[in-house]
């Protein structure tokens, strides 16, 4: 993305954030004095969601290519009135996190993942340009430098995200493999997420599906992020509509217990 | 809860939010500066993120007694240096969605719900003193008019939760049943939420397994509220944490489609 097109992005997000605020402020105002509180209202609308989650079912392409969900009627409609499912769920399915005890023995399980590490500031990668000329492009440390230079510094506790417009190609068999059938999508390299862990960023979030890129030997990212104690997001859809710095993310991690992570719902603020 | 704790509370939670206002004012002119934007921590941190999800597995307590969960390695760590789950979910598990789709032959599945329905005011009414002395105490639509008379108007979209102080019984058998083995526990009426289907209140929320009270004969709620286009969450945890007005929720619903509900994470921001 170019500067014009960031600075743009950023002043936009701040008009947007200064309504919230007066619409928020006004509010408070308003509850304090035992009056109506509506405003409130209008700090939920002057702020616009962002749902980073895909839709899925049966069909939503997965690593090992197998159905990630299958479902079974446990009550049906018809002579109860009500209904509901028996799910089968692979854990790494749709947009979903890897907690760190998917790549270690001991880490962290998703239910132990800290709340306060749910709600963070979004700072987005752009490698769009990039990934049309090579599926398998990667962020990397200089990545990482020329964002904080034309952005600011990374918040401790942000999540990073790698944008490369793959969300686009969920339906289509580009998504996860080249034309003879290899693993090929963008994804990101260590030697950005060994900044990143510099940085104490809680979490790092890729379009695609997985965190290291389609054709890598060794998961080296997975195996150095997670067992450092930190978590990751997959499958993440809908980042054209953020700026690249300003948005805040609402990580619905699921709350399983000794989960290895899970499909997630993933808003973002803006 | 008493007036003068509720004018506290509120009082507290708008010094927070102010501090809150402050840090991304901030943020906002350090990064139109192109300076550093460590301070859009501060706007992470001066807010508190409180859990309303409990962390469950297979003893959590269901409707309908049986496991909510089962958990099966899909993939084994030894030899493999990862490891994820193939689990079997019941939809309505843990602190969970319920979907109009739920009670409804053709309503909105938990992936067509707005994602704007998803981050909302949230307003609680508290009836933690008479869910002591009767098990099935239910709110009342007197209960939401003393509520708006305290507090001001309930926004349209808003979210509203009953707080009883069940959560806390989870471990118990007096989560689900009174001493003889009958369903017991507080839920909402329908004055109630006839009610607040007037507001365009988005969902309603409980601390406890249903939206009706365990001695429902008729699930006169889950009948109306859930046909007519509207949610519930079931299982909430930690409402104590929160003031009974300015809190917002972020409520993480699944997102596989045709689903009836599901389990959920749900974090409010105070």
Known sequence: ?????????????????????KGMAFAGAAVAAGGVSSPVLAQQTAGKVVDLTHAYD??????????????????EFAG???????????????????????????????????????VAPLAIIDITDRAKEDANATVEAADVEAWISANGEIPEGAVVALRSGWAKKVSEPAFRNDGEGKFAFPGFGKSATDLLATLNVAAIGVDTLSLDPGNSADFAVHNSWLPGGRYGIECLNNLEELPVSGATIMVGAPKHKRGTGGPARVLALV
């Open 1 to 21: 993305m170019c500067n014009h097109c960031v600075i743009e992005n950023v002043k936009q997000n701040m008009l947007s954030r200064r309504s919230l605020f």
């Open 80 to 118: 109860n009135g009500y209904q509901l499912h028996k799910l089968t769920i692979f854990e790494h399915t749709g947009t979903h996190i890897d907690a760190p005890f998917h790549f270690s023995a001991d880490g962290k399980s998703v239910d132990q993942i800290e709340p306060q590490q749910l």
């Open 58 to 75: 049966e069909s939503f392409p997965t690593f090992d290519g197998n159905p990630g969900i299958e479902y079974e009627w446990a009550v």
